[in-house]
């Protein structure tokens, strides 16, 4: 590993995927690992060149470097509660293990009492505050977000410091602050001693600009900085809500400095990756997005046919238990198993909205049982046509374009004009790609659109996407990000 650490061409992730692998067998031709997680696999063999130089060096001889996909034979108990020696064979190799007392430095003295560290206080609200029910216990697996739950796990156990900053990304409603809320419950409840902030970005500029602009007391702003310099992890959400607040932006990573030079531990979200928070009007620049950069990061990405059964499998099962548990009518009704099917059929990719197409379908449930009825195929779909309504919006070229313009950061001439570089291609390619998803134009109206285009030229494009889409699951992710936010606006 330390022929690898010392590589430029290979990145923190990778090299935390290869630490998570487990080794298998070795013989003269070939060193083979192991591991549970399919895009780990796929990632790491992207660099078995690199790994193959490095072996050959440790060696001195040719290795093949193998990475062998294994099932994962644990079984995952759908429930409220889970008892230690289940936890314990749940999570094996991943769960972080009770903390351990090593030698403590003399804590940092908090700042004096006075009225500004009082003000500061009140905007930073109470640091042990939690939701109880944002667990790691609760939080669904999948191979789209087993590596950033297993992150997460080590962060909150104190381990692995080099994951700091941890910068878990991905769009909206895949369970990136369950994960943050989780590493928060995790400390409050095994390791008190360790302060503690969890804050939503938009919370977080409102406290800088209140305290920097307060005229009644004027430590206000010092005060406030020192309370956040004086924890052991900082966790803010949605840090995309930073992007334009340039002053706020300052003060964080100012913050982020202190922080990172004691040792502390920073954790972060956002629905884009470091790189992409730097483009169009944003005020982070180069050096924030490459300091929000420079630990691990890693993606959720959206959950796939299985990962969505087994949420709704999860959430039918503990909905009805807190029913049951907390006497609520009207949620108790039974879904059969093949109508849980269809239903992960019809859901759409948001984790949040899956949660409450659940509920909605339980209570159905409900009303029909009520009536000696049961559960319908076309109850589900109404109810899934409910959450994820189609053919209502129109979305034309123009705002596809502007649309995909302003993510990639390409101007529109570069978008339909001739240059051939690859951010344009790509930009390209999912412009008209979308067009073609979201639009009723021809093939010949969309080569138009984009510059005059042929028909042949458009045909490629949209395989170019679909192909990619299959073999990458990031720019899948990317690509569906952008599809959202375009329909939600319109």
């Not at 924890?231 to 334009?244: G, S």
């Not at 109508?339 to 009303?367: D, Y």
């Amino acid at each position: 590993m330390a022929l690898l650490s010392a590589r430029d061409d290979i990145n923190r992730s990778t090299l935390a995927m290869i630490e998570s692998c487990t080794p298998v067998s070795m013989d003269d031709e070939s060193f083979h690992v192991s591991t549970t997680l399919g895009f780990a696999q796929r990632k790491i063999s992207q660099q078995a060149r690199i790994i193959e130089e490095c072996l050959e060096q440790a060696s001195f001889q040719q290795l093949s470097f193998v990475v062998d996909l294994v099932k994962d034979t644990r079984t995952i108990r759908v429930s409220n509660e889970v008892s230690p020696e289940e936890l314990r064979a749940l999570s094996a190799a991943t769960t972080p293990a009770a903390p351990v007392q090593a030698p403590v430095a003399a804590p940092t003295p908090e700042p004096a009492a006075s009225d500004g560290l009082a003000y500061a206080e009140q905007l930073a609200g109470e640091i042990t505050q939690t939701d109880s029910k944002l667990t790691f216990e609760r939080f669904v697996p999948g191979e789209e977000n087993r590596y950033a739950l297993e992150a997460a796990k080590q962060v909150a156990n104190g381990d692995y410091k080099s994951y700091n900053p941890l910068f878990i990304y991905g769009k909206s409603g895949l369970g990136k602050t369950h994960l943050l809320r989780a590493i928060q419950n995790y400390i409050a409840k095994n390791d008190p001693s360790r302060r503690c902030i969890y804050k939503a970005a938009a919370d977080f500029v409102d406290e800088y600009v209140i305290a920097a602009t307060d005229r009644t007391s004027t430590s206000a702003s010092s005060a406030l900085s020192a309370r956040y310099q004086n924890v052991d992890v900082l966790i803010i959400d949605d840090i995309q809500n930073m992007m334009t607040a340039g002053g706020t932006i300052r003060f964080f990573f100012k913050t982020f400095n202190t922080l990172v030079d004691h040792n502390k531990q920073i954790v972060l979200a956002a629905d884009r990756s470091p790189s992409q928070l730097g483009m169009g009007d944003s005020k982070f620049d180069e050096r924030d997005t490459s300091r929000m950069d420079s630990g691990l990061s890693v993606s959720i990405q959206v959950p796939d046919y299985e990962l969505k059964l087994n949420l709704i499998n999860t959430f039918y099962e503990r909905m009805r238990q807190d029913a049951l548990d907390e006497h609520i009518d009207g949620v108790v009704g039974t879904i059969p198993e093949e109508m849980r099917r269809l239903m992960a059929e019809r859901a759409g990719t948001n984790i949040r909205v899956i949660e409450g197409f659940v509920q909605s379908c339980l209570m159905q449930a409900n009303r029909r049982e009520r009536a000696g009825q049961s559960i319908t195929r076309t109850d589900i779909i109404d109810v899934a046509n409910q959450k994820w309504p189609t053919g209502q919006r129109i979305v034309t070229v123009d705002h596809i374009q502007r649309s995909v313009e302003k993510y990639y950061d390409v101007a529109h001439a570069d978008l339909i004009g001739s240059k051939r570089n690859k951010e344009l291609m790509e930009a390209r390619h999912v412009g008209i790609w979308l067009t073609r998803a979201l639009t009723d134009n021809t093939l010949a109206e969309i080569g138009k659109k984009f510059g005059g285009r042929t028909h042949a030229t458009v045909k490629h494009s949209i395989a170019w996407v679909d192909s990619f889409k299959k073999k990458d699951r990031n720019f899948h992710d990317r690509v569906e990000t952008l599809r959202d936010s375009i329909v939600d606006a319109t």
